[in-house]
């Protein structure tokens, strides 16, 4: 069985200077933080969250383990990769049925021989039901079930360690916001480390208020302690994996003008609203902003 360290992670990832002409703002120190860059793979926030999984995998303790997504999840990607390398029986419940129209992502999952499932909407709906997966799934309690986009507890202190890896002095933190995992973590893990850093995220999905609430949900801090975050909404673009011409032309001008690749349905919207707040004058001059490129570009295979 393989370890960590023998999967070849690039940790800390690079912190880089986006270069000021790109958007042509150079009152503003903006660096991207290239979580994209911690493994081909299992990159970005997948790897932050799954550490504490498979830092070490119990052995013995699961027969495998049962996760959730979409047809072009970066997170059931990652988890199927990790799954094939330790020989843990994956078991990827997908909303939809792509029988007929395998995307990448599932054509790897089906040649990593992972047990690809294929739930309807109302299916998909009751994934956090127990004694509803316990009827799709025989001897559930033999299995380790990873909550969809590995959101949950134990993404802390992956999330930790992130933002260990930032200066202290940054003024803001912006990262893309979907199952709410990722920014609930650095929340607690500012708190934690006392940072004084304002958290943003960029909703790429339509859910005010919901996400809101999930990501609320997930932090342990006494609400009072909690630290400075917010979320914008305004840049989803339609919806989650929904897309524009203009979104899709900003990505493609993006990668090549800055050489870092991105996809329409989580970074893509992400510098897209960085580049946006900086039209509006969001920040204030020789404000010092880092951008969470989280990594996954199953948005971006065709």
Known sequence: MPTTASLSFTLPSPLTLLPAELFGCDDVHIQVKRDDLIHPIVSGNKWRKLQALFSPWPQGKYRGIVSFGGGFSNHLHALGYM???????????????????????LKDLSAWQSDIRWLTKQQYKQRQNHNW????IEQLEDYCVVPEGGS?????????????????????LICPVASGGTLAGIIQAMWQLKRTTRVTGIAVLKGQNYLEDLVAACVTAPPAMRHPWQIMH???????????????????QFSEKSTIPVEPVYSGKLFFALQQLLNQG???PQSKVAILH???LQGARV
Request: some cysteine; hydrophobic content about 30%; proline content about 4%.
């Open 133 to 136: 997966l316990s009827t799709q």
């Open 234 to 252: 305004e840049f989803h673009h339609g919806g989650y994996a929904k897309s524009n011409a203009e979104l899709e032309q900003f990505c493609r």
């Open 152 to 172: 949950g507890q134990q993404v802390h202190s992956g999330m930790t360690q992130l933002v260990q890896e930032l200066p202290e002095t940054l003024d803001e």
């Open 83 to 105: 799954c094939k390398q330790y020989n843990i029986p994956f078991i990827a419940m997908v909303r939809g049925d792509y029988r007929d129209n395998l995307s990448p992502m």
């Open 294 to 296: 989280t990594g996954g």
């Open 282 to 284: 969001y920040f204030k």
